[in-house]
């Protein structure tokens, strides 16, 4: 079971860093030293994947601080992959954290709508930067056509062959997404995500995304959020061969949360039959931040 859990992981600048996150009951944002015990009290409980989101310092138009070696995420998976050998990275891969519009695109000159090529562009640059800190999977999470073969490109071309691809590829304009922005601080300034993220009136666009991200080269792809989609999850694991992620995303965590802190439910039971559910649909790997909870149940019993 815990093969299949990835758990995330918000990082920020810093050291001795473990800060509480609004509405995010559990989860919190650590700073590179932090982090690492973190991870291996997480390891100990038999978890060994993880998926990084940095949270960086500063923000500007054009997403300079998700670039270079000085990145928040690069640093912190350089000394994640010295730390612990057996531990499979994979990062986050958008620039909606690091933005101060807070849209996962850069905008053309002067407007506010993406701008396809300086997106994708920016994309790789940071994917490279994550491939060069040592990742073993990097996740574009942008919605930005064509990313997952921009990315490709981009690694191979730089000899990285073996960093691997996981497509946010069905990713739905949710509104589920809540305890993450406040984390990530990464709300759009203005206007919303339905510009590229999906219309969940739209299951066949989701397929559709999927297919093209297999084309382009995804090693594994996605659908996210998870509960409101197991009928997509379902048709995509029917419909492909290729590994398959679900993402049990903040927004239905917190429902699970805060209805237990009220009494309405048992946590642990709740959370076991949801993530059930979500590997009944068809799901291959599940992102979820239950997943300490979870090992720590299954342990016990
Ligand atoms: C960034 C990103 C988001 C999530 C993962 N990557 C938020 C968004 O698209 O606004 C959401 C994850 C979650 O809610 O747990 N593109
Ligand atoms: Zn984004």
Redesign the pocket.
Known sequence: MENNIIY?YFVVEGRNKKQEIKNFPGIYRFSADTLLKDVSEAGSLGLSKILL?GIPSRKDSEAVSACGPGSIAAKAVKSLKKEFKDLTVFT?V????YTTHGH?GLFKEGKREIDPKRTLSRLADVALSHAEAGVDFVAP???AKGQILAIRNALDKRGFRNVKIMG?SA?F??N??????E??D???AFGD?SGY?LNYTDPAAALREITQDIKEGADIVMV??ALSYLDVIKQASLKFDHPLAA???????ALVKYGAGRGLWDEKKMTLEIISSIKRAGADLI?T?HAKDIAKWLKKT
């Open positions: 995330p989101f986050d958008c620039l909606c954290a996962c999470s942008a919605m946010y990713k304009a949710s589920f997404y809540g305890p993450f922005r984390a990530a990464s709300a759009p995500r993220q996210k959020p993402f049990n995303v903040s927004g239905e965590y992102i931040y």
